[in-house]
């Protein structure tokens, strides 16, 4: 049997929690939630099912080693001394991503050319020819991070990032990164019981990722390469063997999905990306204006949108979320909305309805809120603030 080794996942500030219970269902051990990660245990074939089956990692690490350094030459000789035949050959490509938690060094770019010279000189001391750089398709990932004066390397299991899931072929102005989106629905509670809408689709990330998770589809069964397919001694026959695994737990759901955009082209683009996905059957998509629209489906649903928060797309933000409010109250009765938006004060004021969560999260640089409305049948209708 495999044995059980240290990984990090990597993922978003906010999320951590939603990550350390997707580890613990797919039967991580040892799992510590961070700032933005989470690490846990496991063997090389939960390293290739995590990768496959989490929504909220961005990536994969396995630390390898740590040592202490003061200056650029304790880095140098760190890397130097590591006996990289274990991991890489001279014929191969490798690239370095590095990270910085230290007043020791100011410039991740000069930490990750250190790096990249020192194993260029270990190889060519050994064997008179040096691995080359490839930052787009390398054999090897590696990864540095200085913390304090503690340096740790770690290989990247994942290569691009998770949340290049292989299903986007199109995107809008303001696309959602899949990660925040898989992120926002978990969150919501959503879990396929219930019907979804998501009411400002734009290029459907939000829907295909809720689609996903409703009908148990791993996350990342669409991606075409991970990087530890690339590694010495992966193992392809455990690698299908765990794909199969988790497409056996695929389900049927008996509820709707649902998407609308009031633009063209935003309804021709998730439509490509939901086909791109395989779930056409299971997402409706139509031209709507949420503004004119109402709730046409009985039954509890999730209501979950990305607005506009004057940002990137321009609007009246006062005007705009009263509309959205107004919209809610008088068309979306029994639902559970959800709306992240990084206007923390005209945003989410002018909505006019109390907040039964608010949740802070980074949608890219932006910090946001993500905000729940509870909107009642009858007597127990939402009020607005007093």
Same mark, same amino acid.
């Given at each position: 049997?495999?044995?059980?080794?240290?990984?990090?996942?990597?993922? $978003?500030?906010?999320?951590?929690?939603?990550?350390?219970?997707?580890?613990?269902?797919?039967?991580?051990?040892?799992?510590?939630?961070?700032?933005?990660?989470?690490?846990?245990?496991?063997?090389?074939?939960?390293?290739?099912?995590?990768?496959?089956?989490?929504?909220?990692?961005?990536?994969?690490?396995?630390?390898?080693?740590?040592?202490?350094? *003061?200056?650029?030459?304790? $880095? !140098?000789?760190?890397?130097?001394?590591?006996?990289?035949?274990?991991?890489?050959?001279?014929? #191969?490509?490798?690239?370095?991503?590095?990270?910085?938690?230290?007043?020791?060094?100011?410039?991740?770019?000069?930490?990750?050319?250190?790096?990249?010279?020192?194993?260029?000189? !270990?190889?060519?001391?050994? !064997?008179?020819?040096?691995?080359?750089?490839?930052?787009?398709?390398?054999?090897?990932?590696?990864?540095?991070?200085?913390?304090? %004066? /503690?340096?740790?390397?770690?290989?990247?299991?994942?290569?691009?990032?998770?949340? #290049?899931?292989?299903?986007?072929?199109?995107?809008?102005?303001?696309?959602?990164? +899949?990660?925040?989106?898989?992120?926002?629905?978990?969150?919501?509670? !959503?879990?396929?019981?219930?019907?979804?809408?998501? @009411?400002?689709?734009?290029?459907?990330?939000?829907?295909?990722?809720?689609?996903?998770?409703?009908?148990?589809?791993?996350?990342?069964?669409?991606?075409?390469?991970?990087?530890?397919?690339?590694?010495?001694?992966?193992? @392809?026959?455990?690698?299908?063997?765990? *794909?199969?695994?988790?497409?056996?737990?695929?389900? +049927?759901?008996?509820?709707?999905?649902?998407?609308?955009?009031?633009?063209?082209?935003?309804?021709?683009?998730?439509?490509? %990306?939901?086909? %791109?996905? *395989?779930?056409?059957?299971?997402? #409706?998509?139509?031209?709507?204006?949420?503004?004119?629209?109402?709730?046409?489906?009985?039954?509890?649903? /999730?209501?979950?949108?990305? @607005?506009?928060?004057?940002?990137?797309?321009?609007?009246?933000?006062?005007?705009?979320?009263?509309?959205?409010?107004?919209?809610?109250?008088?068309?979306?009765?029994?639902?559970?909305?959800?709306?992240?938006?990084?206007?923390?004060?005209?945003?989410?004021? %002018?909505?006019?309805?109390?907040?039964?969560?608010?949740?802070?999260?980074?949608?890219?640089?932006?910090?946001?809120?993500?905000?729940?409305?509870?909107?009642?049948?009858?007597?127990?209708?939402?009020?607005?603030?007093?």
């Amino acid at each position: 049997m495999s044995q059980n080794f240290k990984m990090v996942a990597k993922t $978003l500030f906010g999320l951590e929690p939603i990550l350390a219970k997707e580890l613990k269902n797919l039967g991580a051990i040892k799992v510590q939630e961070g700032v933005r990660n989470v690490s846990f245990y496991g063997d090389s074939g939960f390293m290739y099912k995590a990768n496959l089956a989490l929504r909220t990692a961005i990536r994969i690490l396995k630390p390898f080693t740590s040592f202490k350094v *003061q200056n650029e030459q304790d $880095l !140098y000789n760190g890397i130097k001394n590591i006996y990289w035949e274990d991991f890489l050959f001279h014929d #191969k490509t490798f690239a370095i991503t590095a990270t910085l938690s230290t007043d020791l060094f100011s410039h991740s770019h000069y930490v990750a050319l250190k790096t990249k010279d020192a194993i260029a000189d !270990y190889f060519r001391e050994k !064997y008179n020819k040096r691995p080359s750089v490839d930052l787009d398709y390398p054999n090897l990932n590696i990864d540095i991070h200085i913390a304090k %004066n /503690i340096c740790t390397v770690s290989f990247d299991s994942s290569g691009q990032s998770l949340h #290049k899931r292989g299903y986007k072929s199109s995107t809008n102005i303001a696309p959602i990164n +899949e990660v925040l989106a898989a992120g926002l629905v978990l969150l919501s509670g !959503y879990d396929g019981t219930q019907h979804f809408i998501d @009411p400002m689709c734009g290029s459907g990330t939000i829907l295909i990722e809720a689609a996903m998770i409703a009908l148990n589809i791993p996350a990342n069964i669409n991606r075409k390469e991970f990087a530890f397919e690339n590694w010495q001694g992966f193992d @392809p026959d455990l690698f299908e063997k765990i *794909q199969e695994s988790l497409l056996k737990k695929v389900r +049927e759901i008996d509820k709707q999905i649902i998407g609308y955009d009031k633009a063209p082209s935003a309804v021709r683009k998730a439509q490509d %990306n939901i086909a %791109n996905a *395989q779930l056409s059957d299971f997402i #409706k998509i139509e031209r709507q204006d949420f503004f004119t629209s109402e709730k046409v489906i009985d039954g509890k649903t /999730i209501v979950l949108f990305n @607005p506009p928060y004057g940002e990137r797309l321009q609007v009246n933000v006062p005007v705009f979320y009263k509309r959205i409010g107004d919209t809610l109250k008088q068309g979306y009765t029994d639902t559970d909305a959800w709306l992240i938006t990084s206007d923390l004060e005209e945003g989410i004021k %002018n909505v006019g309805l109390r907040t039964s969560k608010r949740i802070p999260l980074f949608n890219g640089k932006l910090a946001c809120r993500f905000v729940k409305y509870e909107m009642y049948k009858g007597s127990k209708k939402t009020k607005k603030i007093g």
